[in-house]
Nanobody
Framework: VQLQASGGGLVQAGGSLRLSCAASGRTWGSYVMGWFRQAPGKEREFVAAIKWRGGSTYYAHSVKSRFTISKDNAQNTVYLQMSDLEPEDTAVYYC???????????????????WGQGTQVTVSS
């Protein structure tokens, strides 16, 4: 199983980035795909998630109006479109996959079985 995250970089406040997470090694239909982030000195936190089957989406309150999670079934890839970025969004962003994650646990790190390597997002003020 491999989750390959990419698309991070340096952007000015107010700018946009799109992260990608290419997933391989599983049939992903029963999985929830999530994005988490970890800023320096802080704990890893939930950002967004999408159910592979059905496409229901979930967001952290802090990003709900600015970020959009989506998927491409044919490419087995999940995206995180980030707009109106703020310096507070600076972090390493990780994609993750969890088998059969129930809705009440979608925001929990422990619900996810596989993790990508992370991609750095830096937002300058």
């Amino acid at each position: 199983v491999q989750l390959q995250a990419s698309g991070g970089g340096l952007v000015q406040a107010g700018g946009s980035l799109r992260l990608s997470c290419a997933a391989s090694g599983r049939t992903w239909g029963s999985y929830v795909m999530g994005w988490f982030r970890q800023a320096p000195g802080k704990e890893r936190e939930f950002v967004a998630a999408i159910k592979w089957r059905g496409g229901s989406t979930y967001y952290a309150h802090s990003v709900k109006s600015r970020f959009t999670i989506s998927k491409d079934n044919a490419q087995n890839t999940v995206y995180l479109q980030m707009s109106d970025l703020e310096p507070e969004d600076t972090a390493v962003y990780y994609c993750a996959a969890g088998y059969g994650v129930i809705q009440s646990e979608i925001r929990l790190i422990r619900a996810y079985d596989y993790w990508g390597q992370g991609t750095q997002v830096t937002v300058s003020s």
